[in-house]
């Protein structure tokens, strides 16, 4: 009997085993991310971050050229992206992309034989864009990038397509009816972590300019109900974000209030500059893009393959490391390309007394672009050197289409500046909503606006 119930716990000690392999063991190591004493701290495991080291290796630079000599323009036809470049410095910086992008298919992934001016492939046209866009990023979204910068190694590592790229997920194929009622919960969503959860966060916020908060700022709001689907898609969006960079929600928020600015880390706000920076790459430059993919290249709703947080950072705080490949390759930031086309000219009503910032709106759009942003963020610092100052924010919208529709969208473009400018530091307290109006007589585009105004 003894030799049996000895034998059994030499079974349950395997089988326990057996249960364990896998499992985190430790030791872990932890990071203090916030104000002591209130549990915002990350837990790393050490293994982890090895193997991560290993994936997020950045490439020997490959030494500029030497200076002067004839330009890309004068020497290669058809060159409308880095035509600013010298001939050789646009060849160095061509065979870094291509050591980046397509290491094994070479120059001919994107181009047709020794043609290199021809554009019948889709992947030549779909790259000329890829790099206006980066340029973009190193230009306009410092908020979000600072110095550090991307590149095209920064998503690609070394393959043709970004391995966290994504497509408007149509979800599971339901029950008509009753059935299949499931108000889209308790499916396992995969972008956010496999919890229960809308299983598509990232068309609606990533593509779409839709509410994120979930907590209301007034005990019976007046400019919508903060629901519990709302709430769910946030937590769904949030997961994603999570499981992109590596860590969890203490790395931006106080989990005792998770809606508090004040007691937030500064990554919080790099976090918010980043779904918008997103937002803004899917809806300017991969989007229009979708007539230009093949059909096999799309979606199983025939959208063009976007990015999110974690096609750049793949699992990572920072992408890379925050390892700064910009710095070797200036011809891929700021001062390089083309000017800047001159703003449409409008009223002078950014001018005028008292107002201290304009800011213009796409057709039918509320997002905010990085031109916004820098506007908010001047608005925002000429505040906190002025506690005296208190603003004002208007919307306003033109009488043609539907007037109604028109009105609601001026309601909700004030309300995102309304929500920048909180996100910038500024305390709601200080800020009033206007009724938005209608704008007749002005240029187009200047009714299409909200005016921050002092009180």
């Not at 209130?38 to 630079?61: C, F, H, L, S, W």
Request: aromatic share 6%; charged share 20%.
């Amino acid at each position: 009997m003894h030799t049996s119930a000895r034998r059994l716990g030499g079974v349950f000690a395997l089988g326990l085993a057996a249960l364990l392999v896998g499992c985190e063991r430790p030791p872990t190591e932890t990071v203090q991310r916030g104000y002591r004493g209130t549990g915002m701290v990350e837990v790393y495991n050490p293994r982890t971050i090895d193997k991560q080291q290993e994936a997020n290796k950045v490439p020997e630079p490959i030494p500029a050229a030497a200076p002067g000599g004839p330009s890309a323009a004068s020497t290669f036809k058809n060159v409308k992206v880095l035509n600013d470049l010298s001939a050789a410095e646009f060849t160095r910086v061509m065979v870094a992309i291509t050591s980046w992008v397509s290491p094994k298919e070479g120059c001919a992934y994107c181009h047709q034989g020794a043609d290199f001016a021809d554009d019948s492939l889709y992947t030549k046209v779909v790259a000329r864009r890829m790099l206006e866009m980066t340029r973009h990023i190193n230009a306009d979204w410092k908020n979000h990038v600072a110095e550090t910068g991307v590149t095209c190694y920064t998503c690609h590592r070394g393959q043709p397509v970004p391995q966290n790229v994504w497509f408007t997920d149509p979800g599971p194929r339901m029950a008509k009816g009753l059935a299949g009622g499931l108000g889209e919960q308790n499916l396992p969503a995969a972008e956010a972590g496999l919890a229960a959860l809308p299983h598509d966060p990232l068309s609606r916020f990533l593509v779409k300019d839709n509410p994120i908060r979930v907590v209301s700022g007034h005990a019976l709001p007046t400019e919508g109900g903060k629901s519990i689907p709302q709430t769910e898609w946030t937590y769904a969006l949030m997961m994603y974000m999570s499981e992109s960079l590596g860590v969890n929600c203490t790395y931006c928020h106080n989990s005792r209030s998770f809606a508090q600015w004040e007691t937030s880390s500064p990554p919080r706000t790099t976090a918010w500059y980043g779904i918008r920076l997103a937002r803004d790459l899917n809806t300017a430059y991969l989007e229009p893009l979708s007539s230009i993919f093949p059909k096999g290249r799309l979606g199983p709703l025939g959208d063009p393959p976007k990015v999110g947080c974690g096609t750049c950072h793949q699992g990572v705080y920072k992408p890379l490391y925050g390892a700064t490949m910009a710095k070797d390759y200036p011809e891929l930031g700021p001062g390089h390309g083309a000017p800047a086309p001159e703003p449409e000219k409008t009223s002078d009503a950014a001018d005028a007394p008292g107002v201290l910032g304009k800011i213009l709106f796409e057709t039918g759009s509320r997002n905010l672009d990085a031109d916004n942003l820098k506007v908010i963020d001047e608005v925002a610092r000429q505040l906190q050197g002025d506690a005296a100052l208190n603003i004002a924010i208007s919307g306003y919208a033109d009488k043609s289409g539907n007037a109604d529709k028109n009105l609601e969208l001026a309601k909700q473009r004030a309300f995102a500046v309304r929500d920048a400018l909180k996100t910038a530091g500024v305390h709601e307290d200080r800020i009033e909503l206007k009724k938005p109006a209608f704008v007749i007589g002005a240029a187009q585009a200047d009714s299409r606006r909200v005016d921050i105004v002092t009180q």
